[in-house]
């Protein structure tokens, strides 16, 4: 395990989130506490600074769905600066860059936020789904039976009971 930090700063309405170190088990329930504090101000647009991120699990995944699915519901935005290597992996490999704005630096992440590119709306009905957690519904998305991990509920005009299948 290594050292974990995080400051944050506001950059006019957008609060920048920078963390350095492994978002891990230890280090996520800290990460979600700050974010959901954050966002409780009344700071609905946020930028994560996660140049300094050497390591994140699947822990610090789930903080950033739950983070998404809390800015979503507010009409807030969320944008991902600055993942490399193996952090972007873990993004890739979950299949979040099909649903959160990851932008190489802060400065590009910002213009997401305030151009609207960096939206929590829910994703529309033609992205594909990709891998085995992902079923296609005529009504939205659904989490899989076998998915224990991530779950979009249907867009809010959706015919269907919004349970997972």
Not at 96 to 111: F, K, S
Request: hydrophobic share 40%.
């Amino acid at each position: 395990m290594g050292e974990y930090a995080l400051d944050h700063h506001l950059e006019g309405e957008i609060a920048v989130v920078e963390v350095r170190g492994w978002i891990e088990i230890s280090t996520a329930p800290q990460l979600r506490e700050t974010l959901i504090a954050l966002i409780d101000e009344g700071h609905l647009h946020l930028v994560l600074d996660l140049s300094a991120v050497v390591f994140l699990d699947s822990t610090g995944l789930g903080v950033l769905v739950g983070l998404l699915h809390r800015l979503r519901s507010r009409d807030g935005s969320l944008a991902i600066a600055g993942a490399k290597d193996r952090v972007y992996q873990a993004f890739q490999i979950s299949q979040l860059t099909q649903i959160l704005t990851l932008t190489d630096t802060v400065e590009d992440a910002i213009v997401a936020v305030n151009t609207g590119a960096a939206s929590t709306a829910s994703p529309p009905c033609s992205i594909a789904a990709g891998g085995r957690n992902w079923q296609r519904k005529t009504c939205g998305w659904r989490r899989c039976r076998r998915s224990i991990a991530f779950w979009m509920p249907c867009p809010a005009d959706a015919t269907c009971s919004g349970r997972p299948s």
